[in-house]
């Protein structure tokens, strides 16, 4: 047990379609950051919030966006939605950044089927 | 870019056969490491991790050393379980970004009774 959480678990979109996931932070936790994990690979990170601020990206198109609010929690946009993108999303979330030793603890994900 | 390479599974072992997963990583400056495991049907939880080099990781009878001459992470634990099934992933943070972790591709470790 992490603490925390994203919703929903699994869902089915069709191409083209937009998409919102959504991700509790553990209590505290004020920085959050999104992974991209297609079946068999390693996840890939597409950004990170800090106190609100995006402050990293990754190789991904301006069309996957977030949201991080006040009270930490995130959102994890995708629009116009392609084959590709059915995959795992797993939000983390830690205190400060990683180079301070500060742990990332991970969410059980989001499965995303885009058909 | 940074990057992180592990050994190809499936690895396949009887239980209390003694496990390592190779992983090798490159950077331009000095990253943690970390193992993560991620069960079936569950989410990354961290294993282990070291910062700094020659640091040892250890839980859960798993262990790791950061090795900077080799760049090299390997995971060891010297008796598995059957409860140990799951896929393993070598990570480091990256070092232009203070919270990105960089993952391998993952190592399928199964062990049978």
């Known amino acids: 047990e992490t603490g925390v959480t994203q919703s929903p678990t699994h869902l089915i979109k069709t191409r083209g379609q937009q998409v919102t996931l959504r991700c509790s932070s553990q209590?505290?936790?004020?920085?959050v950051s999104w992974y991209q994990q297609a079946l068999g690979q390693g996840p890939q990170f597409i950004f990170q919030?800090?106190?609100?601020?995006?402050?990293g990206r990754g190789n991904f198109p301006p069309r996957f966006s977030g949201l991080q609010f006040p009270n930490y929690s995130s959102e994890l946009n995708v629009n116009a939605l392609e084959l590709d993108d059915s995959a795992l999303y797993l939000c983390?979330?830690?205190?400060?950044?990683?180079?301070?030793?500060?742990?990332?603890?991970f969410g059980e994900g989001s499965w995303l089927t885009v058909v | 870019g940074d990057s992180v390479t592990q050994m190809e599974g499936p690895v396949t072992l009887s239980e209390e056969a003694f496990l390592t997963i190779n992983c090798t990583y490159t950077?331009?400056?000095?990253?943690?490491l970390f193992w993560y495991v991620q069960y079936p049907g569950e989410g990354l939880q961290l294993l282990l991790k070291a910062t700094k080099a020659d640091d040892k990781g250890s839980n859960k009878g798993f262990e790791a050393t950061y090795r900077k001459e080799t760049t090299s992470f390997h995971l060891e634990k010297g008796s598995v379980q059957v409860s140990d099934s799951a896929v393993y992933f070598c990570?480091?943070?990256?070092?232009?970004?203070?919270?990105?972790?960089?993952f391998g591709a993952g190592t399928i470790l199964r062990v049978k009774s």
């Open positions: 983390a979330s830690s205190l400060g950044q990683l180079f301070s030793g500060n742990t990332i603890y």
């Open positions: 950077a331009t400056g000095y990253p943690s």
């Open positions: 919030y800090y106190r609100e601020e995006e402050n």
């Open positions: 990570a480091l943070s990256d070092t232009e970004y203070g919270n990105k972790l960089v």
């Open positions: 209590s505290g936790h004020n920085t």
